[in-house]
């Protein structure tokens, strides 16, 4: 009997002790199915900031819905710990971070909401969202892909005022080898939304429907060409290839769809686990200075 149980306690340590050796070659994907040690912190971060032409004001403009006023400058991400399950299986349990204009002492706009909202939130730190996730790194030919399952549940208050409870989310990203240097590759996202209220009551208005701002699934398509310098340094043209929503209520066939986002950045690999790479969005039928916006992209797995 002892001997069966220490041959099943071997077994399970031995499953997850999890292999050190690489699964995949593409410097980006390796950065994002993090370390490879057993246990390991497991973090991305993503700084929005101001437009090209203004890129240290603490506005944002809202380059896929130009009608609208800009949003605030913010720094946000998740944070948490992976477990790699065996050499191409990782599971990981994270918790969403946000912060509103993180780098500013005084708002610089003319907006009256934005100022209302740096006023009541600028550099404050909310821990919000966790996120459990399930992925899995492997070949298919020449083909290297990593397939995310994430479940995560709606704690932020942006979301649960509007009946957000929980979302699970499929994402595929892939990378084919063109030579030595160059990659062309692909991420796809299909997002499942799930809610726990339909309505609200309004002060005024009494009791109002919340189907027009429930956006039940959303589906997002992209492809990058990816050229490395060298071990060290990527330059990646990304552009969106089609982001479609459906909002709650809505026919399976009647979808919506965002203005088509171009992104050029810069990726310096600090070490094979840690990353950051400025980038510029814009909307390719209307490049200008300031309807471009500038951003940073940080991973830590350590």
């Known amino acids: 009997m002892k001997l069966t149980l220490i041959l099943v306690i071997s077994s399970i340590l031995a499953y997850g002790s999890a292999d050190k050796e690489e699964v995949l070659e593409n410097p980006t ?35 896929t819905k130009a009608a609208e006023e800009p ?39 003319n907006s ?10 600028n550099g404050r730190l909310d821990l919000d969202d966790p996120v459990i996730s399930y992925f899995r790194t492997y070949y298919v030919g020449s083909v290297q892909n990593i397939s995310f399952f994430k479940y995560q549940h709606s704690t932020r208050g942006i979301y ?4 957000y409870d929980s979302a699970f989310a499929f994402s595929q990203a ?31 208005l009494g009791k109002t429907s919340l189907y027009p701002y429930q956006k039940e699934r959303e589906y997002k398509l992209s492809l990058a060409m990816e050229y490395y310098l060298n071990p060290k340094f990527a330059l990646r043209a ?37 990353s950051i790479a400025p980038n510029l969005r814009f ?14 992209s940080l991973n830590v797995n350590i």
Do not use: C
């Open 174 to 204: 892939s990378a084919i080898p063109l030579g030595k240097k160059v990659y062309l590759a692909g991420t796809f996202t299909y997002t499942q939304f799930f809610f726990d209220k339909s309505s609200t009551e309004h002060p005024l």
């Open 112 to 121: 009256s909401k934005n100022e209302e909202d740096f006023n009541n939130n």
């Open 29 to 63: 994907l390796k950065t994002l199915s993090g370390a490879l040690s057993s246990w390991s912190l497991y973090s991305t971060f993503t700084y929005k900031g101001g437009s090209l032409e203004k890129p240290l004001s603490s506005e944002r403009p809202n380059i």
């Open 238 to 274: 990304i552009t969106d290839l089609g982001v479609y929503f459906q909002m709650r209520g809505d026919e399976l066939d009647n979808l919506d769809h965002q203005p088509l986002q171009q992104t050029i950045a810069m990726t310096y690999f600090i070490s094979r686990d840690i």
């Open 71 to 109: 949003g605030l400058t913010s720094l946000s991400g998740v944070v948490g710990i992976k477990y790699r399950l065996s050499k191409k299986d990782n599971l990981s349990l994270q918790v969403g971070t946000y912060m509103t204009a993180p780098f500013h002492t005084n708002y610089d706009g």
């Open 160 to 163: 649960t005022d509007y009946g």
């Open 283 to 296: 909307i390719a039928e209307d490049i200008r200075s300031d309807r471009t916006n500038v951003g940073l």
